[in-house]
């Protein structure tokens, strides 16, 4: 059974930094591409990065790009989201997701194309 756990999230102030984590288990993790998304109140659902199953590539998100960095540890199981220069309109709880079995979409933009979510983390950041 594929178990998603994300953590670090916390309220931070403009400008400041944060690193969420996504501990993975139930499956060989270096077999799934991940992503991030997010979803702030009142709004749908939207993509923020993914990374394929080697870690080699990797999308991020244009509204995001120049802040956000998503990196994974395969030996540690671990999905990781390095998000600088924060803005209140990040604020947002985060899920880390994973594609389904058998994998092998490269680098999947869409929430459909995952089978796999965390229960979020909440990330808030005020002006």
């Known amino acids: 059974q594929v178990q998603l756990v994300e953590s670090g999230g916390t309220s931070v102030q403009a400008g400041g930094s944060l690193r969420l984590s996504c501990a993975a288990s139930g499956r060989t993790f270096s077999s799934a591409a991940m992503g991030w998304f997010r979803q702030a109140p009142g709004k749908e659902r939207e993509f923020v990065a993914a990374?394929?199953?080697?870690?080699?590539?990797?999308y991020v998100a244009e509204s995001v790009k120049a802040r956000f960095i998503i990196s994974r540890d395969n030996a540690k199981n671990t999905l990781y989201l390095q998000m600088n220069s924060l803005k209140p309109e990040d604020t947002a709880v985060y899920y880390c997701a994973q594609e389904g079995p058998p994998g092998g979409l490269g680098l999947p933009l869409r929430s459909d194309l995952y089978d796999y979510w965390g229960q979020g983390t909440q990330v808030t950041v005020s002006s």
């Open positions: 990374i394929t199953r080697s870690g080699r590539s990797t």
